[in-house]
């Protein structure tokens, strides 16, 4: 009943192919873009900015780099923090040794040196797949933190290996603030977000899907192997580098090579596995999930604790807030192995047929 | 049809509470409210436990048997960080603003996380203090006016470790080799310039092994050692990774008197789950262990038979003294800003004053029933970081014994460096060095 789309008319093959061809969507998205944009500032504190807000968007745009690569093209990786830690580092580097560099250059250059390095470690793929390319770019994990450290150069001879990000400037306006860099990271992740939305529907898009579901059929029909998954590799790598520079100029300020490591890599893959694979709605579904579940969980058994007098020490609930996330993980997962994306598509679905199913 | 609704429910009144979200245990108006960013879960979970009881205990202490500092209560929060220096930054902006007058002062308690909170300290106003860790050149309060590593930092510890190797060797360490075991993060990392500097000094060959966090397996790294048979292993570890350490050593057959551990790698936690592999190893210190000082007995006569302290099995460990004496300072800082700004709450730019103003001499430490805990500490503008001694304690018969008096490593070599770096940094960023007024 709320969600119909009876009466809409699609008069050319433009209206036909739009990314959002629903009225409703379109309205929900440009009111959620309004949002964004325009309520974020007006209500939001420096606390929900920095800590919770920034990340999530941050965390969305790793998570869309690797659901580009897994998702859609279907190459496991394992190495999404490595090509972050290129991008964070590859920025700092051009900001530091290129005088006068505006820094949305630097962040670009550093998506790209990411790529670069991405298509370097995607070669392997064209010869093994599945779990074992997951190993191989476990072998860009281990590598790339480690040739940040042991060349001091990329950090600048810094004594402990900790890059600091530069203040970011554009055209003369400072970003200094939490909200001035919350608008920065929304403007980004939202046009890189409507890019990659766009191109997993174009020509290379489709071939990506193609590899991913047959690839020897794929291969048949003539599509370039080498060239499909090498692209996929740079793109994916493109977006986790930007992810990476955002990390490091806008969230966290400072960063040592050590913070890119493994467990990151992997809080990013459960992301996509969460939101969905193959999603782009999935991959901000399942970075919100992993990102804010832990602080909600955290202030939830903090206020329990208040309000029943429970009398818990800060370790006990502390455990506990662990053992809760992995217990929801567990049932999402179970109520719906697709992940959050598929929930939300089942309930557009529900709601249209409500309150008269068949 | 029945489950996604349910789900979709459940996640909406999660979402709901934390859209509610008021400060946990609402902040009584006219404490001071103390932030701290704790960790009591994850590999380096128990040692965090220790110290950050510790620390509460202390300030349960000032309420329960002064009533607070000059009358103003203590209040505090304490949010968990993991050691994670992203969840360490969400806990940071959580807590800065919980109340007007901020959260007086930040014990990030560890390395990480104090490079991630250096840049946003002077935009805050809210003052680090990083006792026995950091960035050692935060010590030149003329660049870094927010940054406080008070005792002694790690190129203290560095160099005095070297010194204490010095003389054990007699005084001669040319052709010697030594081994630096170091976890491999911002921590970890800290010593290598000083160590880089005391090798060419006193012509001793130093390779350094990084072990990846959080260090539970360290089997490759002691063949190496093996193989290059080192005169001594200084420890740089932290957490689960010390008392690995200590017991591969065993299995690989390095003695462990020949093995020196920095002040994070010397608690009883470390020796006690290395077992017997621990005995005769050697760790510096910054704080002396056991319960015979009168503030202790003090903490156990007002909070632990009042039923509010944290556990009765962590009292006059090294890791929680220290956190006692961290505690200590920041109370300190608070009351020496009193004394200028009135007996009200202090704010963060009143508290640093409080810190920079620090006067704390044997006299004061004995009328506070510290005794000789803590070395005295006194700072100003140019010098943050305090008398840079260390002491030196040998694991024997399961116990903590010293093996050394306070001493002080190469104090010239660590200044001259200390400038070096700060400079460096004041003109990445475009910092004017100077002291700050009021």
Redesign the interface.
């Known amino acids: 009943m709320f969600y119909r789309e009876a009466g809409q008319y699609k008069t050319s093959y433009g209206a036909d192919q739009a990314l959002l061809p629903i009225r409703q969507d379109r309205h929900g998205f440009a009111l959620l873009m309004a949002i964004a944009a325009l309520g974020v500032p007006l209500f939001a504190?420096?606390?929900w900015l920095?800590?919770?807000l920034i990340?999530f968007l941050v965390f969305s745009l790793a998570a869309l780099g690797l659901n580009i690569l897994t998702g859609y093209a279907g190459q496991l990786s394992l190495g999404t923090a490595a090509f972050m830690a290129v991008g964070a580092v590859a920025a700092y580097n051009f900001e530091l040794r290129v005088p006068g560099m505006p820094v949305l250059v630097s962040f670009l250059l550093g998506g790209l040196t990411a790529a670069a390095v991405g298509v370097i470690f995607g070669l392997p793929s064209l010869r093994i797949k599945g779990f074992y390319l997951a190993v191989a770019t476990l072998a860009a994990q281990f590598f790339i933190p480690w040739l940040i450290?042991k060349v001091g150069w990329f950090s600048?001879h810094s004594?402990?290996?900790?890059i600091?990000a530069q203040p970011i400037e554009i055209l003369g306006v400072a970003f200094?603030t939490p909200l001035r860099k919350y608008l920065l990271v929304l403007a980004i992740v939202a046009l890189l977000a409507l890019l990659a939305k766009n191109l997993v529907r174009s020509r290379i898009g489709r071939a990506w899907m193609a590899v991913r579901d047959m690839d020897v059929a794929a291969e048949v029909i003539g599509i370039r192997i080498l060239r499909t998954k090498l692209t996929a590799f740079a793109v994916s790598s493109f977006y986790c580098g930007m992810a990476g520079a955002l990390y490091a100029y806008a969230?966290?300020?400072?960063?040592?090579p050590?913070?890119f490591?493994l467990d990151l890599s992997f809080r990013i893959l459960f992301m996509i596995i969460v939101g969905g694979v193959g999603s782009i709605l999935g991959s901000f579904l399942g970075a919100a999930f992993i990102t804010?579940m832990p602080?909600?969980?955290?202030?939830?058994l903090?206020?329990a604790?208040?309000a029943f007098n429970l009398n818990l020490?800060?370790?006990v609930?502390?455990?506990a807030?662990?053992l809760v996330f992995g217990g929801l993980i567990i049932?999402?997962l179970i109520?719906?192995p697709h992940g959050l994306a598929r929930?939300w598509q089942?309930?557009k679905e529900?709601l249209r047929l409500w309150p008269f199913p068949h | 049809m029945k489950t996604w609704i349910k789900s979709l429910a459940a996640l909406a009144a999660l979402g709901g509470s934390l859209l509610a979200a008021h400060p946990a245990a609402a902040q009584q108006a006219g404490t001071q409210f103390m932030g701290i960013l704790g960790y009591r879960v994850g590999p380096y979970g128990a040692n965090g436990a220790a110290f950050f009881t510790g620390m509460i205990d202390y300030l349960n202490l000032v309420n329960e048997r002064d009533g607070g500092i000059n009358g103003v209560k203590l209040s505090w929060e304490e949010c968990e960080t993991e050691y994670n220096n992203a969840k360490g930054v969400e806990c940071y902006e959580r807590l800065k603003t919980r109340t007007a007058t901020g959260p007086t002062a930040i014990h990030p308690m560890s390395t990480g996380i104090t490079y991630g909170l250096i840049d946003k300290a002077p935009v805050d106003k809210v003052p680090l203090i990083t006792l026995g860790y950091g960035r050692t050149d935060a010590t030149d309060g003329r660049v870094f006016p927010w940054v406080f590593p008070i005792l002694s930092n790690y190129w203290d510890g560095a160099t005095g470790i070297v010194k204490f190797i010095d003389d054990r060797e007699q005084g001669s360490l040319k052709g010697k080799k030594i081994v630096l075991l170091y976890h491999d993060s911002a921590y970890g990392k800290e010593p290598h310039p000083v160590l880089e500097a005391e090798a060419a000094k006193h012509g001793f060959e130093l390779r350094m092994i990084p072990v990846p966090h959080p260090g539970n397996e360290q089997q490759s790294q002691w063949l190496q050692i093996r193989q290059y048979k080192p005169d001594w292993v200084i420890l740089w570890g932290w957490g689960v990774m010390s008392a690995t350490a200590l017991s591969t050593a065993q299995k690989v057959g390095y003695p462990r008197d020949r093995m020196v551990g920095i002040w994070w790698a010397g608690s009883e936690i470390d020796t006690e789950a290395a077992g017997p592999a621990a005995e005769g190893y050697y760790a510096a210190s910054l704080n002396l262990a056991g319960k015979d000082f009168p503030v202790v007995r003090d903490v156990e006569k007002f909070v632990y038979a009042r039923n509010k302290g944290g556990d009765p099995r962590l009292v006059g460990t090294v890791l929680w003294n220290r956190g006692l004496a961290a505690a200590m300072f920041t109370v300190e800082a608070v009351r020496t800003a009193q004394g200028k700004y009135g007996k009200k709450p202090m704010n963060g730019e009143q508290a640093r004053w409080g810190i920079e103003n620090l006067n704390i001499d044997q006299k004061r430490l004995d009328q506070l029933g510290f005794g000789s805990m803590v070395p005295p500490l006194k700072l100003s503008c140019a010098d943050h970081g305090g008398s840079g001694l260390v002491r030196f304690q040998k694991w024997e018969g399961g116990k903590w014994k010293a093996a050394s008096d306070w001493m002080s490593g190469d104090r010239a070599l660590i200044r001259k460096m200390v400038e070096e770096s700060a400079d460096k940094y004041a003109k990445e960023k475009n910092i004017t060095p100077g002291c700050m007024k009021g």
């Open positions: 504190n420096d606390y920095t800590a919770i990340p450290t600048n004594a402990s290996g900790v600091t200094n969230y966290l300020g400072s960063v040592e050590d913070g490591n804010l602080i909600l969980l955290e202030v939830a903090t206020q604790n208040a020490g800060p370790g609930t502390s455990m807030q662990l049932f999402f109520v719906e929930l089942i309930a529900k």
